[in-house]
């Protein structure tokens, strides 16, 4: 079955530090794309980085890295540099290239990430 | 270039009643997703529109349905309203066959009572 597993309910860094949020998958595609969102209190659902499930490398989008292990079927968020405003929801999210070009995005149940001062 | 709306922002509704909630797809982009999520859930998919046909549900009851227009525009509209229904309804949009990221709208808060 395709699944997205996210352990961490919440999680807390401090200002200017590196946190990891973690992300597992499963799926039997070998052809997919992982996603990471992140959702302020307001709702909005912002892209933060995209790893395609070929990429050789892992993706990298200013403060924020994608650790791709790819036998373990994870993809860690990395975020540098914590800032007061990272404060959020994160959501790793899976999408399949299924018939029909469907993509539907399959989504984890997110962390909840608090930057302290 | 302008990004994904959707309208309205907030809605109270009454079980039973019925509900249609709108998205502006953002421009050059033909595919419109729709999502709920629940409270402290991740989205679910609802379903996709193309070319203004569906392509593509979820697993949600024939009582959610949509339309996609042919500016791309798209709206959901869900019948016989239930209180599991309250949620927040995402609408994104994308390029059809294209893998980059979906660009999300703002989303509309439903409350059903």
């Known amino acids: 079955a395709q699944k997205i597993t996210q352990t961490q309910p919440g999680m807390f860094v401090q200002e200017k530090e590196a946190v990891t949020l973690d992300c597992t998958y499963d799926?039997?595609?070998?052809?997919?794309?992982l996603f990471w969102y992140k959702q302020p209190s307001s709702g909005e659902m912002i892209f933060l980085i995209y790893?395609?499930?070929?990429d050789q490398q892992n993706a990298t989008e200013g403060r924020y890295s994608l650790n791709f292990q790819k036998a373990r079927k994870s993809a860690n968020l990395v975020i540098s540099a914590s800032q007061l405003g990272d404060s959020a929801m994160y959501f790793c999210?899976?999408?399949?290239?299924?018939?029909?070009?469907?993509?539907?995005?399959?989504w984890g149940l997110g962390t909840s990430l608090a930057v302290n001062p | 270039e302008t990004g994904v709306t959707q309208s309205p922002t907030h809605l109270i509704k009454t079980r039973g009643q019925q509900v249609t909630l709108r998205c502006s797809s953002q421009s050059g982009h033909n595919t419109v997703s729709w999502y709920q999520q629940a409270l402290g859930q991740g989205p679910q998919f609802i379903f996709q529109y193309y070319r203004e046909e569906e392509n593509g549900r979820g697993n949600f009851p024939p009582r959610f349905s949509g339309l996609q227009f042919p500016n791309y525009s798209s709206e959901l509209n869900v019948n016989a309203l239930e209180l599991d229904d309250s949620a927040l309804y995402l609408c994104a949009s994308s390029r059809f066959r294209d893998a980059r990221p979906l660009h999300f709208g703002n989303g509309t808060r439903l409350t059903v009572t």
């Open positions: 799926t039997s595609d070998p052809s997919y794309g």
């Open positions: 790893q395609g499930s070929y």
């Open positions: 999210a899976m999408s399949l290239n299924n018939a029909g070009n469907n993509r539907k995005l399959i």
